[in-house]
């Protein structure tokens, strides 16, 4: 099938979802009011706490839910064919993760910005706070540790990225300045900081920066130390000074990288064809676990993804100028990933196809370009790997819109750095929030301050990450049970999600209660399997771990199921703001 075809069909039927579920969503399941009370507004700090434009939350709120997610998971994902993973980011997107979405964002702004963990709380029991709170703070830790290590291995591989990242932050501190200071003008601001960027992608393939070993310590230890600094002062300034300009100006990033790649598409489909080389359907590549249920914890992003449900309940709650821009914001954001997914799909079923430059410099093109790089799961799945894919496709298709190669390397090095690095600091400050609420009901003061809990955030982060070496990889031990404990996570905040609408009454509540049971039944088969796989191997570490956070949400589970009983016991009219 030609990939403009697949383009244009999912294209479109995420816009029609937009106008058809997703405004159903917000008037008639969640009934949305430009009038209601929001927590920007009742609580507003200047730091946390500050009401936005929507078209700039979006920016923060996508930037900081994408991050490599859409790019890595369906460039391994493909592998048992394109068609499964098209249809998981589509109609899993639309149905599932962007229901996910908007619900955990509109049940966070009800109850002043809390996140999941303080929500789950008050809808299901106080016991499940500290359950929540132990699968979140792991979850976080993990992408903050292993964050740092994405962004170093993204400079290793593509050094003409190093300084277009970093000169990010000046220009996003400008802009927020120029705004918020000076009031200038949001269009004629964004078009100056926008170029600036370029500007620096520009200087950054003329200049490539490699870090070399500082006292014996390797480069990704060296950029791990700097990125979790980076982070901590980025997670303790006020939004509006570095976190919100800088992923709003990554957004327009994203926009432009998206256009060009769907140009990319349309003309060389429109030129000669570009058909999708990889197979439809592959129910057994060589080496790679079982489709059912590995698809759905290997494509989360783009899909449906439980650290969402943190952004969803964390930064972006505090800034949602009122409840109808929550549709914009929590449904559209989804959606937009999702289109990104599948153009990523384009990228490494089709577009890696047109050209492909093996390691002893063979050049291969059409079935064998995409069989070279896909011969197995342990070829195709590492991170170099899943990298490596999506830049070849991505710039073969832009070269034939006249980008140079070097230049094009560099823009999708600069791309997928720029969106690891706001999910990097984006998590360091929900941690920080979470740490926080959880000093505040254990009544530790001290500890809810944001300083302290973003050290605390950044400490442990960096205790992971450097707990098997200087090379900062250490949190690489865990990364295997990311992918079944995020699943997880979504299935726990779709049960939140349940919850309040079925204290609602009627039976709204199966929006949410639908995919809530379907990604329950698919994470825990899929954590068995694992679980077998890991006492098999006698990798202990991950064995006990894994069963740790099963029976954590085994446990969560059962309380939800008896909190659903006890608020249908006490009649539909039952009531919750």
């Known amino acids: 099938m030609d990939a403009l075809w697949l383009m244009l069909i999912c294209g479109v039927g995420y816009v029609v979802a937009y106008c058809t579920y997703g405004r159903f969503l917000a008037r008639r399941i969640f009934k949305l009011r430009p009038e209601a009370a929001v927590p920007s507004r009742e609580l507003q700090d200047g730091i946390d706490y500050v009401p936005t434009r929507r078209g700039i939350i979006f920016g923060h709120h996508f930037t900081s839910i994408a991050g490599t997610g859409p790019i890595v998971g369906p460039a391994i994902g493909v ?5 499964p993973a098209l249809l998981w980011v589509t109609v899993g997107c639309i149905f599932m993760g962007a229901v996910h979405d908007l619900g955990a964002l509109v049940v966070s ?127 303790t300034l006020p939004v509006t000074v570095l976190l919100q300009p800088r992923d709003y100006i990554n957004a327009w990033q994203l926009f432009i990288m998206m256009s060009l790649l769907a140009l990319g598409v349309a ?11 990889a197979p439809a359907v592959d129910l057994s590549p060589a080496g790679a676990p079982p489709i059912w249920p590995f698809l759905f914890i290997t494509i989360a992003c783009g899909a449906v993804s439980g650290f969402h449900s943190l952004v969803a309940s964390g930064t972006s709650p505090k800034q949602v100028a009122t409840e109808p821009d929550a549709q914009f914001v929590g449904y559209g954001s989804m959606l937009l990933e999702g289109a990104l997914a599948v153009l990523i ?7 890696i196809a047109m050209v492909y430059t093996t390691s002893d410099g063979q050049l291969l093109t059409g079935f064998d370009a995409w069989h070279r790089h896909y011969s197995s799961w342990s070829t195709a799945s590492g991170m170099a790997a899943n ?4 830049v070849v496709g991505a710039a073969n298709m832009m070269g034939r819109l006249g980008v140079p190669e070097t230049v094009g390397i560099a823009l999708m090095g600069v791309f997928i750095a720029s969106f690891a690095g706001t999910t990097l600091d984006t998590a360091t400050r929900i941690q920080r929030y979470v740490i926080g609420e959880l ?6 003061p001290f500890a809810s301050n944001r300083w302290v809990a973003t050290t605390v955030a950044v ?42 609408l079925k204290r609602k009454g009627g039976r709204k509540f199966l929006v949410a209660a ?28 991950l064995a006990v771990i894994g069963a740790g956070i099963f029976a954590l949400a085994l446990w969560m589970t059962i309380e939800a199921a008896i909190a659903f009983g006890s608020a249908r016991a006490e009649g539909e009219t039952a009531g919750a703001s």
């Not at 220009?171 to 620096?200: D, E, F, N, R």
């Not at 799909?345 to 577009?351: E, F, K, T, Y």
Request: with cysteine; glycine share 8%; proline share 3%.
């Open 79 to 83: 592998i048992w064919g394109w068609l």
């Open 109 to 235: 702004m009800r109850n002043e910005g809390k996140s999941i963990s303080e929500t789950a709380a008050k809808y299901i029991n106080a016991r499940v706070r500290f359950i929540f709170f132990a699968i979140v703070f792991l979850t976080l830790l993990l992408v903050i540790a292993v964050f740092g290590v994405v962004i170093a291995v993204v400079f290793a591989r593509f050094p003409s990225s190093v300084a277009a990242v970093w000169l990010q932050i000046p220009i996003a501190v400008i802009l927020g300045w120029a705004v918020y200071k000076k009031g200038a003008s949001v269009p004629v601001a964004t078009a100056v900081a926008v170029a600036a960027m370029y500007a620096t992608v520009w200087l950054g393939s003329r200049l490539p920066f490699e870090m070399r070993e500082i006292a014996g310590m390797p480069a990704t230890g060296s950029w791990t130390i700097l990125l979790l600094i980076y982070a901590w002062i980025a997670s």
């Open 267 to 277: 003309w060389t489909s429109l030129s000669g064809g570009l058909p999708m080389v």
């Open 345 to 351: 799909l384009i990228c490494v079923g089709a577009g």
């Open 387 to 390: 990298l490596t894919a999506v």
């Open 439 to 444: 000093a505040g009901d254990l009544r530790i």
């Open 459 to 500: 400490v442990t982060a960096a205790a992971l990450a450097f707990a098997t070496g200087a090379d900062g990889k250490g949190a690489l031990a865990l990364w295997p049970l990311f992918g079944s404990a995020n699943q997880l996570l979504a299935s726990l905040a779709l049960l939140v999600v349940t919850l309040y």
């Open 514 to 541: 639908i995919p809530c049971v379907i990604m329950l039944v698919v994470t825990n088969w899929a954590m068995i399997l694992n679980e077998r796989t890991y006492i098999r191997d006698e990798n202990w570490l």
